[in-house]
C-alpha cells in the first residue's frame, strides 16, 4: 500500500518533463512516423485499430522473440504490452510456431470441427472447474455470447456492469468504459454512458451500471430491477484502472447475489484467464461463476476467444433453440496454436515463474515507492501488474479518477524512451510478463521507474 508520507506531484515539472521525453522520443521513431504517412493515403488513421494511435505517435513493430520487440526503426524493447496482454507465452515460442507451422501445411480453414476441440476443452475445464466450451475469435465475441447465453436462459434483458471496465466492442455492453467524471451521476445510480458513437440509446436502457467492489450497490441494482435482471459481467480483477484487486468475500457475494434473484454471473476473463493464475481468477479467488470468458492469451497470438458454462447454461445450445456460431470459430490454426499455448506453454511452471518475475517488480518497485516517497503503490498478480499512482487504495473506477493522467503519460514516456513498451498509455499503467520474462527485464522496469521517480522528485 501507499507509504506514509508522500510527496506531491508537481504538475508543472511533470508537463516540462513530458516535453522533454516526447523530444527525445521522436527522433527514435522517424521510420514509424513516415511508414503512418504511406499507410494513411488508404487505412483510416494510417492505422488498423484506433488504439494503436495513442499519443505521441503510432509506433509499427517489426519483429518480436521471447521478452523482446523490435520497432522498424530497429529500437529494441523488453515487451511489457505483449499485445495487449495476449503474449504470455513470449513472441515466436518455438512449440507455438511449430504448432502453427504444422498446420499451415495441412490446411488453415475449413469452418468444419478438426480433432483438437476435445484436447483444449478438457485443460479449460479442468483450469476453470466449467464442463463446456465453445470457441470464438475475440473477446468481444466471448462477452457477447456470454450475454446472449444469461438473456437466452432467463427470457430477461437487463444486464448490470462494472463502472470503468471494458468486455469489448459490441453495443450490449460498450457503456461506461472510461466515463467522463462530469457526467457519471452519483455513485449509487451511475449513467449509463456510451463509450462510443453509434451506439443507439436504446440500448442503454438494457444496461445497469455499478461500481466495482461493492455488493451493497450491486443488491440494489438487483432489488430495483426485481424480475429484470438476466446477469452481471464482471471482471473479476479490474485491469482498467492498473490492477484493482476484489475485496474478500466480493466474487461470492455476487455469485450468490445473483442466483438469489435468479440471474446468472459472468467472469470477463479475457484478461485474467490464463495470466493470473493456471486457473485464473477462478483459481486466484475460489470463486467459479456460472460464464467465464477467454480470449488474448489463450490463443497465443492468433485471433481467439472461447466461452465456457454450465450445462444448464448451454441448454439452448444443446437443444438446437440457440446457436453459437461463426465462420472461423474453432479455426484450425487458432485451435492448434490454443493448443500448444495451453498445454504445452502455460503449464502450472509457468505460473510459478510469472510469479517469481511479479515478486521481484513488487519489491523493486515498491524499495523505489519508498524511496522517493511517491504516491503510489505496486498490484500485481502473476502476469498482471501495475503501478498506481494514488497515494490511496484504488477500489473503483471513481477512485481512479484522481489520478493525473500527466503523471502515467509520464511514466509511459520514461520506459518508452528507455526500451520497456507498454500498452499504450493511459491510467491503467499495466503490464503483463511472459514466460520468456527475466530478472534482467524486471530490473530494467524498475530502474526505469526509478528514473521517473528521480525526475520528479528533482
Ligand atoms: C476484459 C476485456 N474483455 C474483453 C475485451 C475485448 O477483447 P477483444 O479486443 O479481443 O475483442 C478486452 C480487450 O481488451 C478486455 O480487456
Redesign the pocket.
Known amino acids: 500500500m501507499a507509504v506514509a508520507e508522500t510527496i506531491e506531484f508537481d504538475l508543472a515539472l511533470i508537463d516540462e518533463l513530458i516535453a522533454r521525453e516526447e523530444a527525445a522520443l521522436e527522433p527514435k521513431h522517424r521510420a514509424s512516423i513516415e511508414y503512418r504517412t504511406v499507410a494513411e493515403q488508404h487505412v483510416a488513421g494510417g492505422v488498423a485499430s484506433s488504439w494503436q494511435s495513442s499519443p505521441p505517435h503510432a509506433v509499427f513493430i517489426d519483429r518480436g522473440e521471447g521478452s523482446r520487440i523490435w520497432d522498424i526503426d530497429g529500437n529494441e524493447y523488453v515487451d511489457y504490452h505483449l499485445g ?2 495476449a503474449m504470455v507465452t513470449g513472441h515466436a515460442h518455438p512449440a507455438i510456431v511449430e504448432a502453427i507451422e504444422r498446420r499451415a501445411r495441412l490446411g488453415t480453414h475449413f469452418a468444419q470441427p478438426t480433432t483438437q476441440l476435445h484436447e483444449i476443452g478438457e485443460n479449460l475445464s479442468d483450469r476453470f472447474g466449467l464442463p463446456l466450451w465453445r470457441f470464438c475469435n ?6 457477447l455470447e456470454a450475454v446472449r447465453l444469461m438473456r437466452a436462459n432467463t427470457g430477461r434483458d437487463l444486464i448490470v456492469k462494472i463502472e470503468g ?5 459490441h453495443d450490449s455492453l460498450m457503456f461506461s468504459v472510461v466515463p467522463d467524471p462530469e457526467e457519471i451521476g452519483p455513485r449509487e445510480h451511475p449513467a449509463t454512458i456510451p463509450q462510443a458513437m453509434g451506439i443507439p440509446a436504446a440500448f442503454a436502457e438494457l444496461v445497469r451500471v455499478v461500481p466495482f467492489n461493492d455488493l451493497a450497490e450491486a443488491e440494489r441494482a438487483f432489488t430495483e430491477n426485481e424480475g429484470l435482471v438476466a446477469g452481471m459481467i464482471v ?1 473479476p480483477a479490474m ?2 484502472c492498473g490492477v484493482v484487486m476484489p475485496q474478500p468475500g466480493y466474487l461470492q457475494g455476487l455469485l450468490e447475489l445473483c442466483h438469489r434473484h435468479g440471474a446468472y454471473l459472468a467472469f ?1 476473463e ?3 484467464g490464463a495470466t493470473i493464475a493456471y486457473g485464473g481468477a477462478v483459481e486466484a479467488f475460489g470463486v467459479r461463476p456460472d460464464i467465464v ?1 477467454l ?2 492469451a489463450f490463443g497465443g497470438g492468433t ?1 481467439c ?1 472461447a466461452i465456457g458454462a454450465t450445462e444448464e447454461l448451454f441448454g439452448p445450445v444443446l437443444r438446437g433453440d440457440h446457436d453459437i456460431a461463426g465462420t472461423f470459430n474453432g479455426n484450425p490454426l487458432t485451435m492448434a496454436a490454443a493448443r500448444a499455448t495451453m498445454l504445452e506453454v502455460l503449464t502450472p511452471d509457468a505460473y510459478a515463474h510469472l510469479n517469481a518475475i511479479d515478486r521481484r517488480l513488487k519489491v523493486g518497485l515498491g524499495a523505489v515507492i519508498d524511496r522517493y516517497r511517491l504516491p503510489a503503490y505496486v498490484s500485481g498478480i502473476g502476469a498482471k501488474g501495475s503501478v498506481i499512482y494514488s497515494p490511496t487504495e484504488v477500489r473503483e473506477y471513481r477512485d481512479a479518477i484522481a489520478i493525473d493522467e500527466r503523471v502515467t503519460y509520464l511514466a509511459w514516456l520514461v520506459q518508452q524512451n528507455r526500451g520497456v513498451f507498454k500498452s499504450p498509455w493511459s491510467k491503467q499503467e499495466t503490464w503483463t510478463l511472459s514466460v520468456a520474462h527475466s530478472d534482467d527485464d524486471a530490473q530494467r522496469y524498475i530502474d526505469n521507474v526509478e528514473a521517473f521517480a528521480a525526475a520528479v522528485t528533482s
Do not use: F
Open positions: 495487449y496482454g475475440s473477446g468481444t465475441e466471448a462477452t471496465t471494458y468486455h469489448g466492442h471482471e485491469m482498467n470477463d479475457v484478461k485474467t470468458c480470449a488474448k485471433p476467444g
